[in-house]
């Protein structure tokens, strides 16, 4: 291997051992030429996918939530407070340092929001989801050296990989929200809890604390990595019994470290979760109400997780190798499976009482997920190769590999191709823009939320439907809008039956854009989340976006 190539990658493979993050007995041997090939191929494979169309929709914006960052990480002033605590800071503080950063490579650190002003701050939004991006592709190297000392190259690059083609990770790294970024800090949190299972040492546990708070401070559901960690601490007690008793684990300086560390690390990393208190009380309370159980009957629960989440997210073989490697690693004791085993369960929990799941926040238990079942996959290897010979387990494993990752890949470039067409929205707006009058009055049929209308400029204004025709027609009304998507019908619930009647008589349809083909296998969304580009069935798209329609009053 040509040494410029080389000695980057050697070196980041030695740099958990050069700062003794492991011990010595595990620390991992670099010299496999063909592990560094794999990893740096994985993880240009990785950034090619995450990078690829990540401008959509640009400069309108269609993703949820990149709105409750990004303006609060532009807008900071001198005392850093983002005014709200729906999301933990640490993300917008990050993103405000990239925009400082790339405004400070074109000359204009000190003004650096006149350069986003423009465009409709595009240009910000882009360079938070590259943010977004590089958080996402670093995961595939934090889990491979996460994996590698202690499980081996073998099981570290099956992790790696399943990182890097994870279409539900590789489409949350596209765009400037918080999943991906807590998902990076929740593995190298778990990369810590392994090193404290197999009987760590102070600077396990204080890197432990830190992870777990910059996890926290990232997304709230990340800090549940704390119980991995008093766990492992437990874990490693019980390999030492007969020398330590009970009393000595509950009172061991280190675990009490790291919880220190990490409730310090959290404050610093957030700090006007505490100083502005009210705030965060209000805006937790809200966020309480909006997705656990208030009075409201839970439609999803384990069930749905077991049988619809996992499945449609990772598949049904990976889901097998997610649970076999759980009940794999604790029944056999395995160091660290049981903390990785209590984190998932805690997060498994919070979901099965909520009355809103998105699929991507299994993003913050995934990278545990893939440690447990990529460890899972090579110990199967092993036992069989020891059965049935070497060279039919390699074909047999190398089978299965690809019926989990092929499909995977494919999705992912069917995404990628989806995003790089034009919206229906974009379309709709480029119409109205150039076909109606700026400052006419739109009705619309229904008023589900914005997300799927177009982004139009101050002077439209958008009422809803009136009971008639007749009427609307008498207020100078001369224009319906429609957007309906029978997959999301909490977005976009298009006209009822006796509106598309009524418009059918006595209104002209002038636009029409349906992105879903004629024929084709209805595509699978996540219903909960307003994102109009589908998990399953990506190709039956023919692009991103609810079905648009438009009528002109006769």
């Not at 001198?78 to 405000?96: E, G, K």
């Not at 449609?312 to 056999?332: A, H, K, Y």
């Not at 957007?483 to 009647?501: I, K």
């Amino acid at each position: 291997m040509n040494d410029r190539v080389s000695r980057p990658v050697i070196f980041f493979l030695r740099l958990p051992a050069a700062l003794s993050i492991v011990p010595r007995k595990l620390r991992l041997d670099p010299s496999s030429a063909l592990a560094l090939v794999l990893l740096v191929c994985l993880t240009v494979l990785a950034g090619w996918l995450r990078f690829t169309a990540i401008g959509f929709g640009l400069p309108d914006r269609f993703r949820p939530d990149e709105g409750f960052l990004l303006p609060s990480a532009i807008s900071f002033g001198p005392d850093w407070n983002p005014h709200q605590a729906l999301y933990p800071p640490a993300q917008m503080y990050v993103q405000n340092v990239a925009l400082r950063a790339y405004a400070g490579l074109h000359g204009r650190w000190s003004d650096y929001r006149s350069m986003y002003e423009a465009h409709n701050w595009a240009l910000a939004y882009l360079v938070a989801r590259w943010t977004s991006a590089v958080f996402g592709t670093a995961t595939v190297l934090a889990i491979y050296a996460a994996m590698a000392p202690l499980f081996g190259l073998g099981a570290a690059l099956i992790a790696a990989s399943l990182v890097a083609v994870s279409t539900i990770h590789v489409l949350s790294s596209k765009f400037a929200t918080t999943d991906v970024a807590a998902a990076f800090w929740v593995t190298l949190a778990c990369a810590m809890i392994l090193r404290i299972a197999h009987g760590g040492r102070w600077r396990h546990y204080l890197a432990a604390g830190v992870f777990c708070a910059l996890g926290f401070a990232t997304k709230y559901p990340a800090g549940g990595t704390v119980i991995g960690i008093a766990v492992a601490h437990l874990e490693a007690w019980s390999l030492n019994r007969p020398r330590r008793p009970l009393f000595s684990a509950l009172s061991d300086r280190r675990l009490y470290l790291a919880i220190g560390v990490a409730a310090l690390a959290g404050f610093c990393a957030g700090p006007y979760l505490v100083l502005d208190w009210h705030q965060t009380i209000r805006d937790l309370r809200d966020q309480w109400a909006n997705v656990m159980i208030i009075g409201v009957v839970n439609r999803y629960g384990w069930p749905f997780l077991m049988l619809q989440a996992l499945p449609i997210c990772f598949g049904v073989i990976l889901e097998f190798l997610i649970v076999g490697g759980i009940l794999w690693g604790v029944l056999r004791a395995k160091p660290g499976a049981l903390a990785l085993a209590a984190f998932i369960a805690i997060e498994f929990l919070m979901l099965s009482r909520a009355h809103r799941v998105f699929f991507r926040y299994l993003l913050i238990p995934f990278p545990a997920m893939v440690i447990l079942a990529a460890a899972f996959a090579s110990d199967l290897t092993a036992l069989a190769a020891a059965k049935v010979g070497r060279k039919l387990t390699i074909a047999g494993a190398a089978l299965v590999f690809a019926a989990i990752t092929v499909p995977f890949l494919a999705r992912d470039i069917e995404v990628n191709q989806l995003l790089l067409r034009v919206d229906t929205r974009i379309l709709a707006r480029q119409w109205i823009e150039t076909h109606i009058p700026d400052g006419s009055v739109i009705a619309i049929t229904s008023n589900t939320g914005d997300f799927g209308k177009p982004q139009l400029s101050a002077g439209y204004r958008l009422v809803p439907m009136g009971e008639s025709l007749e009427g609307m027609r008498a207020k100078g009304i001369q224009w319906v809008f429609s957007d309906s998507l029978d997959q999301l019908p909490g977005f976009s619930s298009g006209p009822s039956a006796r509106q598309q009647s009524e418009l059918a008589a006595r209104a002209a349809l002038v636009f029409d854009v349906d992105p879903i083909r004629t024929g084709a296998t209805a595509p699978v969304f996540d219903q909960e989340d307003a994102f109009y580009v589908p998990v399953r069935n990506i190709t039956s798209m023919e692009r991103p976006g609810p079905r648009i329609r438009i009528w002109r009053l006769k």
